[in-house]
């Protein structure tokens, strides 16, 4: 019997994985309807118990409030269902007729879910509605701080999962989850995909574990209030989003900035709508206790209420205070609270004008926020068009609280709660992960055309000089001035043309070309002395071919010899090429006196 803990926290995450696969194997011949029942089910059970998932959330955490997190609940198990329907997963997803193609889903198998401590219950249902709705298994690993109300979640869906018809084992959940545990899960060789969600190094381990892996960066949400946006209406929005469930959505706004002109218009309306404005003191107070090492967050301070940071800072707000609003100098490691807080705490930071907002917003998201989310609130939409242009973020959010538009809550965006952050902050995707990220699609593709026709410059015959090289007669005087012109282009001197013409004879002969008929030849006058042939050209393989059937080539003082000819003809025992010449002299070596 095993007692080491982290052997049977290992043991735990082998047993799981491989139930998760064998319920796979079988759950991957199911049809869409099929799967489609037993999503529904599922986001049926996860509705029904929000409010009890939530409560356990809240006791077990110490993060957030119970209302808010039956909100996140519902975004799961009622918004998300809503958007999955008619959504095809499973077999063929698209026919494309008039391009030939066909688009099959290929599941990937076991999802190592990894969920964090702030968003335990609405996190679990969300991954585990997407990873089967894919046609996956899926094991999830919960937070430690969280795994009690996490477990719960997942043994209610995983009972409607089995009533509707799932095979035994297709969602899992540790419960006895570690460092080790979930490393280990997420190397576990039957473990295909892996959706994390958390702290920083949690996510750098799933992208280092060799893995598929969609993991998501922290977020440092900044909002711009522009001078065309209300300042009353819009503050409301914003103190919506800072206080929606205490903080804890890594989408949740983080520092305010507006045009110093607006000052006191913004300082009033954060006032007049439930915000407590710090005072510098309280605001050096805040900056000791939320962070520790630098702007590293507080765990104990996370999700709590502005009332309970206020009292752990050393001062008091009035009650029902929605969040603390703390004026800041400036954006970066001298100013803590430009930082992601986790609270409802709020950063705000005056600027002179329209290109310093936009210059301090970017320096928000640069410091511990790239790639997230960020806001703004105008009525003018050639600024929120260079907003979004000039922002380096993947959700940029008009007119709305940042939380609930990033999720779906508010704006058309897909529901979700894995957010990605794209390539700028090392994450896979930039998208809100759906269905679509944990499957592949095959594709049947139809040849539709033959290869000369997609790349014409294959159909078209070869040429030589700008001479094409057909399969009709070639007319041989044009390859010649051809071949001289190259030659004069390349300051080669031309041999003369008798040699000229021997070469492009070679040349055609060797490539099977037809000539052109040649004029009829004088007679002869008397019958010549037999002489050797003299050769005007001379490559390598001439050299090559020489060799093998063991005979000399004559050549002549104009005869072109290539240096690669050469440099092989020197290599051999037995002399190769051999200079004809009047005044060849009898000491000269016949094969370098050329």
Not at 47 to 60: C, D, Q, T
Not at 415 to 429: H, I, K, Q
Request: glycine letters at 8%; charged letters at 20%; hydrophobic letters at 40%.
């Amino acid at each position: 019997m095993l007692h080491d803990p982290d052997l049977l926290t290992i043991q735990e995450v082998r047993t799981k994985v491989e139930k998760a696969w064998a319920a796979w194997e079988k759950y991957r011949s199911f049809s869409q309807e099929q799967v489609d029942a037993i999503v529904e089910r599922m986001a049926e059970a996860a509705r029904g118990n929000a409010r009890k998932l939530a409560e356990m959330a809240v006791e077990e955490t110490r993060y957030g409030n119970a209302p808010d997190k039956v909100a996140k609940n519902l975004l799961a198990a009622e918004l998300l269902p809503q958007r999955l329907r008619g959504m095809r997963t499973i077999g063929i997803l698209r026919e494309l007729p008039e391009e030939r193609i066909t688009e099959i889903a290929a599941p990937l198998g076991v999802v190592a879910a990894v969920l964090p401590t702030t968003n335990p219950t609405s996190t679990a249902i969300y991954k585990s509605l997407i990873a089967l709705k894919a046609g996956n298994a899926i094991v999830i690993s919960p937070h430690p701080r969280a795994k009690g109300c996490t477990c719960a979640t997942v043994e209610i869906l995983y009972r409607a999962a089995i009533s509707a018809g799932a095979p035994e084992g297709l969602l899992q959940c540790l419960t006895q989850p570690t460092l080790e545990a979930t490393n280990a899960l997420m190397k576990h060789p039957k473990t295909a995909v892996i959706l994390a969600t958390g702290g920083g190094a949690m996510v750098k381990a799933a992208y280092s574990s060799g893995k598929p892996a969609y993991g998501v960066g922290p977020g440092n949400v900044p909002v711009l209030l522009d001078t065309s946006a209300n300042v009353e209406s819009s503050i409301g929005k914003l103190l919506s989003g800072k206080s929606f469930d205490h903080g804890t959505l890594c989408s949740s706004e983080q520092t305010l900035v507006a045009e110093a002109s607006r000052r006191d218009a913004v300082l009033q309306a954060l006032r007049a709508q439930g915000a407590h404005v710090c005072t510098p003191e309280q605001t050096k107070a805040l900056e000791g206790v939320l962070f520790n090492r630098g702007t590293a967050v507080n765990p104990e301070l996370v999700g709590h209420s502005a009332s309970a940071i206020a009292q752990a800072a050393g001062f008091s707000v009035a009650a029902g205070s929605r969040a603390l609003a703390c004026e800041i100098g400036g954006i970066g490691k001298e100013y803590p609270l430009s930082a992601e807080k986790l609270s409802p705490v709020l950063a705000v930071h005056f600027v002179p004008d329209w290109p310093a907002a936009l210059a301090a917003c970017e320096k928000v998201l640069r410091f511990h926020g790239l790639g997230h989310t960020c806001g703004i609130y105008t009525q003018d939409e050639a600024r929120a068009r260079e907003y979004g242009l000039r922002m380096p973020a993947h959700r940029i959010l008009v007119n709305s609280p940042t939380p609930q538009g990033s999720v779906g809550i508010t704006t058309n965006l897909f529901p979700a709660m894995t957010l990605g952050c794209g390539a700028v902050a090392g994450n896979s995707t930039g998208d809100n992960v759906t269905p679509l990220h944990l499957l592949n699609i095959k594709r049947v593709a139809w040849a539709v055309r033959e290869p000369h026709e997609a790349l014409p410059a294959l159909g078209k015959p070869a040429t030589v000089g700008g001479i094409a090289m057909s399969d009709g007669p070639i007319d041989k005087s044009r390859v010649i001035a051809a071949v001289e012109k190259v030659l004069s282009q390349r300051g080669v001197a031309s041999p003369g043309a008798s040699p000229t013409a021997a070469i492009v004879d070679r040349f055609l002969a060797r490539r099977g070309a037809p000539a052109a008929p040649a004029a009829p030849a004088e007679p002869a006058e008397s019958t010549p002395i037999p002489k050797p042939a003299i050769v005007d050209f001379v490559c390598e393989n001439d050299i090559r071919e020489a060799i093998r059937d063991g005979r000399k080539i004559h050549i002549c003082a104009k005869s072109i010899v290539t240096p690669a000819a050469r440099d092989l003809a020197n290599q051999q025992r037995e002399e190769v090429l051999i200079l004809t010449r009047s005044d060849k002299k009898k000491t000269g070596s016949p094969a370098t006196d050329y």
